[in-house]
């Protein structure tokens, strides 16, 4: 059984984001489970207090936003604070739970409700740096790995955060597109500090393997933005952010 929430922290309007999945613990991967296969036994879920931590009450429920091997965890009084999540099925190699023989799988803290942003916060470019990589091609048919060299050019782009996205930067995936066009597909932040995300674009201007090369943004004068979304909900956009840049 693994935890799935939207983050380490988040606010309460995300309690409906709280979920358990599943899975298979085989020698390499995590494989799914049905949940119709053998239903297991349910998680416990604590909330930490002054005297210790105190049993919450929740309904296991399908969603259809769901994959089949998870069920959401609907708290009956879904308040701030700190919880933990156990499961008697697990193995005893990991962590006890706070009481009993259960195993915890994970812990959250929520926060008090908050305002869904508007916008991310301004963008601005943040220079570039060159650099020459070797890269992996895969293997020959004789089973040698085959690499080539790349010179490749890191355009930074930073966003200092609006405050009201505050307290959802734990839930916080990103992406960045030219007009409509998509050149950064979501992803979690690569690095998030004082109220700032920092971006990095890599472009490859040379490789020693291949004359064509399929960069997502050409060089010259480009519009950018950097879109935010929280829990697979709306996107929000950051200020418009204008550059030049080339390989040469």
């Given at each position: ?12 309007n ?12 085989g020698p390499?991967?995590w494989?799914?489970v ?12 604590y909330?930490?207090?002054?005297a210790?931590?105190h049993?919450v ?7 259809e ?20 999540v156990?499961?008697?099925?697990e193995?005893?190699?990991?962590t006890?739970?706070?009481i009993?023989?259960d195993?915890?799988i ?17 963008a601005?470019?943040a220079?570039a ?13 004789a ?6 060299t ?5 355009l930074?782009?930073?966003v ?5 996205m ?31 995300v ?11 393997d291949?004359?064509r090369i ?6 010259g ?5 950097v879109?935010?979304?929280i829990?697979?909900?709306k996107s ?13």
């Open positions: 059984m693994r935890l799935l929430v939207p983050g380490d922290t988040f606010p309460v995300l309690a409906d984001r709280i979920a358990v999945a599943r899975m298979d613990r390499y991967l494989s799914p049905s949940w119709s296969e053998e239903p297991p036994a349910p998680p416990v879920i909330r930490r207090a002054e210790g931590w049993e009450d929740y309904r296991i429920e399908e969603k936003r769901l994959v089949s091997s998870a069920r959401q965890l609907a708290l009956g009084d879904p308040v701030p604070g700190h919880y933990l156990t499961w008697p099925g193995t005893c190699k990991e006890p739970g706070p009993g023989s195993i915890r994970g812990e959250f803290t929520m926060t008090d409700r908050a305002p869904r942003p508007e916008e991310l916060g301004r601005k470019f220079g740096r060159s650099d020459t990589e070797t890269v992996s091609r895969g293997t020959d048919a089973c040698r790995k085959i690499e080539a790349e010179e490749v050019l890191y930074r782009i930073d200092e955060l609006f405050e009201a505050s307290p959802w930067l734990d839930t916080l995936s990103t992406a960045v597109v030219e007009g409509e066009r998509v050149i950064r597909g979501y992803a979690p932040p690569e690095d998030v500090r004082d109220g700032t920092r971006i990095s674009l890599r472009h490859v201007c040379a490789a020693s291949r004359d399929d960069n997502r943004l050409e060089e004068r480009r519009t950018l933005r879109l935010g979304r829990a697979d909900g929000v956009r950051s200020t418009p952010v204008t550059f030049g840049f080339s390989c040469r």
